[in-house]
């Protein structure tokens, strides 16, 4: 170990030795507990300690919290060592604010005026430390404080280099929480002209801190194209000599070319200029060309310098997407990637293609690798790169090599590892799906999934292809005949028996002619796996039978003798106790022609968007998995690509802005804007199965505005690209509300527009208002919107309001029920048994009470109710009801016209695990809406 | 933009870990408990990047020693790795030949580097002369002081 330079601290010294030589964990927290009373009883002392042992001290708190430890004192200890007038006290106190951050008021300040002197330092080694604490803490506070001095300090002529670029970065860290801090007007060209600064650490710094401007404000900021590319030329043709100290292993300024490369990705069309565009495409490729050129080093760092730029230069190209040469070239370079020696450029060059496959230009010149792709997704060692693989061969594929991709992905499905399955699983059905001409391959392709990787399939898997099954007339006898072909699988998976039974319950007459699948031989088939399976397929294969009694009547005893069986006590399941007495009934005393008419087939499926795609998405939050080739940005020769489906879509879905939603395949769309209206016209299968085994709807969306019933704060709503949270609170008859709106989505959403739907009859009952919004939610921002209620008289439902904006140039629409029930306006009201049972008992008249039986959500869960209820808005009453079982609570709704008193009782029954819910209240119109909101809740 | 750098050793102690996003201490905790299995578990020939939350992680393993970056999805793998190296490079001119002992034993030299060298996430400064001639010259007004303070200790000041 070499000698310290600078001012060593022996006593930090020995404490850290003796923390090295603990033999064990306890010894070393008994050391560190020993430590902290010494420093405690040092720092409460009355000695006064020098700074000196102060910063002594200061850092062994440093080190104990580096190890893991919680450290809340030292903090006005640290912030004295700020004002010291040593350099090394002084360093010591800011990293140790630097690190151990502590909002505290009243330190915040004391730490703001010490910065406050040091930036006025005429040492700029002490106006740095300012700096870098600033941006070390970077909160509001900072933000506030220093508005004025550090964009002064970022332009002006006398400020040092060294400062200034701090004083960029520091800036950019401010900006990134407090937007407002960047001076607009004269500024902005000052700021831009740092691009010329001859200074390379300056310009550096400067292009991060620009770049954030620009995402902001990219008109306001345009003038950095040109100054941006003629700078990246010049560095690119340097030759290594040139920039001295700059240059990184033999490769001019690789930091600064990429951070240039990366702001012109800002814009698109990065320069409307012919004349700086032409330099920018001589540019990309003389870095192209230096890719061929021999290595000047061995080095790993030569290369990966070298190559950082390259494929920054490649993302430019992808982006922009307007150059077919060098799209063609750029992919020519991450083909010979592909079988690099090192692993990371294999990576990278797989990541890269991904969105090369996805412009039309090069997007056959990808296709010309897929060969290596497959070989990297089988060979690979690391799951990372095969899983890279994976992802550029679902980018890759289109009708021509849809059928061969699927095939060796789901060859290698079954090697694959456990952790990228049900990703592929999803792949491989979203690709046949897009992409079957002949649906019997579709079919095929599926049922080898669900016999592969069972366990990976979800349901939305298996749901679409029941969809797809009943929609399309001409696979209906291929697809019974194939499953009942799986189902002779002496162990097959329990997914396998959901798809059978479900497409033998519909289509089993298709394949019924031949004796080796006679109708009692499917229904043994299914039959013999009934034992094995959970109760909700059970539930699923009942159905199944009653609809064979349909189709079959030959074998209806075979069938009411296994109903008669499971319609009793064999039956541990209730639901499936009633589904067999109620199907057994039903076909006793059903004739033939209501059986039929009960039974009919399935109507088919409204077309619309395959929920498997939004499951990917999900899957993936950072990256949006791409099939789809993108339309070029400028005008291009018709290539192959154009007869490509996807490219139809999408120009169909152009032209046609309203129903952007629906494409023909429903498959690569953005999640269903029909949210909470005309649910009806979406049976899903769930229907089928009844709706206690339903858990999650088809919907990528969360949208459970149920659950603020009970709560007035939370996400009311999420999907890809929007967040919304609220948060609420009521007094009396009033209530205020705080929307709170985020764009999740790298880009802004323009157009954004909520807009409240309630009724004028409504707004007599309940007003609201709400406070307008910007109309451009910018990519990660988030705005508030603040809205109003006053209850003027009891009212039911809650109002809506419906979102609008536009994403990427398609127009987006959902609606979303507000958390505004009429429970909001409840005051809880106590009281002992004897007056509640006082009340409930005056409370008799056929108005004022209204009652429900439900069934309880499984299992049944009484604390869970509890809880709902205290967050209902009413008192939960203890030792009221004489059963302990029983909820009953009490509360008084406020309105601006009079008060209603209400009261309610919850029973549970937990034989039949049901609920009976009663509402007793002095107004007809409350006790309905009561008794509404909280039926089936529990 | 860098989100955190941290190091750690093969056995997985953490040696140093500086955030440029305010994380809750809780959220720290878990984050490097997470990456630091995760790396371990790697092997040596495996590629230096994953795919990790909504963000990249960069790592290179030196010696005994790990070191590990969170980016943002937009950012240069490669050229993080070569940010890692360059911080090496730097730590390893103002020790002489760098081991993890003086990492531990200097932890807060460690940071003052690492602060000459990137800040809010973002590289600062990329010439490692420059950088190395900015801890000097703190050092310098360090030994002023410290001298300073002998003189005054011995009374000739």
């Known amino acids: 170990m070499a000698p310290v330079r600078g001012d060593g601290m022996r006593g930090l010294a020995v404490f850290i030795s003796d923390i090295r030589n603990c033999k064990s964990k306890e010894a070393e927290v008994k050391r560190i507990n020993k430590e902290l009373a010494n420093i405690r009883s040092k720092f409460k002392g009355d000695k006064t300690l020098d700074g000196y042992q102060k910063k002594k001290y200061v850092c062994k708190l440093l080190f104990i919290f580096l190890l893991g430890h919680d450290i809340d004192f030292g903090h006005m200890e640290a912030v004295n060592l700020l004002s010291s007038n040593k350099y090394s006290e002084k360093q010591i106190g800011y990293l140790f604010i630097s690190v151990l951050v502590n909002t505290n008021s009243d330190l915040i300040r004391l730490i703001i005026q010490s910065i406050k002197n ?68 004269e500024w902005t060209s000052r700021i831009i002209h740092l691009l010329n600064d ?123 997407d307007s150059e077919p040469n060098l799209l063609v070239r750029a992919c020519n370079q991450l083909g010979q990637f592909l079988s690099n020696r090192e692993t990371n450029l294999r990576y990278l060059a797989l990541e890269s293609m991904c969105h090369l496959a996805t412009s039309e230009f090069s997007h056959e010149e990808v296709k010309k690798h897929q060969e290596v792709v497959i070989l990297s997704m089988k060979m690979e060692k690391d799951v990372s790169v095969r899983q890279m693989a994976v992802d550029l061969l679902y980018a890759m594929c289109d009708r021509g090599n849809a059928e061969e991709i699927v095939q060796e992905m789901l060859n290698y499905l079954e090697t694959a590892d456990y952790s990228i399955r049900e990703e592929m699983v999803l ?86 002619g031949d004796s080796r699948s006679a109708p009692l031989v499917q229904f043994k088939l299914l039959h013999s796996k009934y034992h094995l399976c959970s109760p909700m397929t059970r539930a699923l294969l009942l159905s199944t039978y009653i609809k064979f009694i ?224 910007e109309p451009t939610l910018e990519a990660g921002a988030q705005i508030q919107q603040l809205l109003t209620a006053e209850c003027i008289e009891d009212y039911a439902d809650a109002p809506t309001i419906e979102i609008s904006f536009r994403y ?131 | 933009m860098m989100l955190f750098m941290l190091l750690f050793s093969r056995q997985g102690k953490l040696r140093l870990q500086k955030w440029y996003m305010a994380y809750p201490d809780k959220v720290k905790k878990k984050i490097t408990r997470e990456l630091v299995t995760t790396i371990l578990a790697r092997k040596p020939k495996m590629c230096s990047f994953l795919e990790w939350k909504d963000c990249k992680i960069v790592y290179k393993r030196y010696a005994s020693l790990y070191f590990c970056c969170a980016i943002e999805q937009n950012d240069n793998e490669l050229l993080t790795l070569e940010i890692i190296h360059r911080y090496v490079e730097l730590l390893d001119k103002y020790f002489g030949s760098v081991c993890e002992l003086d990492i531990i034993f200097n932890f807060e030299k460690a940071y003052f580097i690492l602060d000459e060298l990137l800040i809010g996430g973002e590289i600062q400064e990329t010439s490692k002369k420059n950088v190395l001639k900015a801890i000097a010259s703190q050092d310098l007004l360090q030994e002023d002081e410290a001298v300073e303070g002998t003189l005054r200790d011995i009374g000739l000041l």
């Open chain 1, 118 to 185: 040091d930036l006025q330092s005429r040492n700029p080694v002490h106006v740095n430390l300012a700096l870098q604490c600033i941006a070390n803490i970077g909160s509001r506070d900072m933000a506030e404080s220093f508005s004025n001095e550090i964009p002064k300090l970022l332009v002006s002529g006398d400020t040092m280099d060294v400062v200034k670029q701090s004083a960029a970065l520091c800036l950019l860290r401010l900006f990134r929480s407090s937007p407002d801090i960047i001076p607009g007007g």
């Open chain 1, 198 to 320: 001859q200074h390379m650490g300056v310009v550096t710094a400067a292009t991060s801190l620009i770049d954030a401007l620009v995402k902001r404000n990219p008109d306001e900021y345009k003038g950095c194209v040109n100054l941006a590319v003629s700078r990246l030329s010049r560095i690119v043709t340097a030759s290594y000599t040139d920039l001295q100290d700059y240059t990184y292993y033999f490769v001019p300024a690789p930091w600064l070319s990429v951070k240039l490369l990366r702001l012109l990705q800002n814009y698109n069309p990065v320069t409307e200029e012919a004349g700086v565009r032409a330099r920018l495409n001589e540019t990309l490729e003389t870095i192209l060309n230096k890719a061929q050129e021999p290595p000047k080093s061995k080095k790993v760092q030569h290369s990966n310098a070298k190559n950082a730029v390259l494929f920054e230069a490649i993302n430019l190209i992808i982006h922009s």
């Open chain 1, 427 to 512: 792949k491989v059905a979203i690709l046949a799906e897009k992409y079957a001409t002949d649906y019997t391959w579709y079919v095929d392709v599926i049922l080898n999934l669900i016999r592969i990787a069972g366990d990976y399939v979800s349901e939305e898997v298996w749901y679409r292809v029941i969809q797809i099954v009943i929609n399309r007339e001409e696979v209906q006898g291929y697809a019974a005949k194939t499953v009942f072909e799986a189902l002779q699988a002496p162990a097959c998976h329990e997914n396998m028996v959901k798809v059978g039974g479900y497409i033998l319950g519909e289509f089993g007459n298709l394949i019924a």
């Open chain 1, 550 to 773: 349909n189709l079959f009547p030959e074998i209806r005893t075979n069938i009411q003798d296994v109903f008669r069986q499971h319609s009793n006590l064999r039956s541990a399941d209730a639901e499936l106790q009633q589904r067999a007495s109620e199907y057994l009934q039903l076909s006793i005393v059903a004739s033939t022609d209501v059986l039929a008419t009960v039974l009919e087939e399935m109507p088919s499926f409204p077309e619309r968007e395959s929920s498997i795609l939004a499951v990917l998405k999900k899957k993936k939050p950072g990256r949006v998995p791409e099939n789809e080739i993108r339309e070029s940005k400028s005008p291009a020769p018709l290539s192959s690509v154009t007869q490509n489906n996807a490219h139809v879509n999408n120009s169909h879905s152009k032209l046609n802005n309203s129903n952007a939603n629906t494409d023909l395949l429903g498959l690569s769309t953005p999640p269903s804007n029909n949210i909470g209206s005309g649910s009806n016209s979406n049976s899903t299968l769930i229907d089928v199965l009844g709706d206690m085994y339903s858990s999650n709807n088809n919907s990528s969306a969360v949208y459970n505005t149920k659950k603020f019933l009970f709560k007035n704060n939370g996400v009311l709503f999420e999907n890809e690209m929007l967040q919304i949270g609220v948060k609420s609170e009521f007094r009396q008859n009033l209530g205020r509300l705080g929307l709170f709106y985020g764009n999740k989505t790298q880009v802004p959403l323009s157009n954004f527009n909520p807009v409240l739907q309630w009724s004028a009859e409504d707004a007599l009952k309940l007003n609201v208002q709400m406070k307008a919004v």
């Open chain 1, 808 to 938: 990427n140039g398609t127009q987006q629409k959902f609606s979303i029920k507000l958390p505004l029930s009429v429970n909001k306006f409840f005051e809880p009201t106590e009281m002992n048994a004897e007056s509640f049972f006082a009340r409930w008992k005056n409370l008799s008249g056929e108005q004022q009470r209204s009652q429900k039986v439900f069934k309880a959500a499984q299992p049944l869960d009484l604390a869970g109710a509890r809880n709902k209820l205290m967050g209902f808005g009413m008192q939960l009453l203890d030792q009221v009801d004489p059963n302990p079982d029983n909820m009953v609570c009490a509360g008084i709704i406020h309105t601006q016209s009079q008060q209603v008193g209400c009261l309610m009782r919850l029973e549970p029954n937990k034989q039949a695990q049901m609920f009976r819910l009663t509402v007793r209240a002095s107004k007809e119109t409350v006790t309905r809406e009561i008794c509404d909101l909280l039926s089936d809740q529990f």
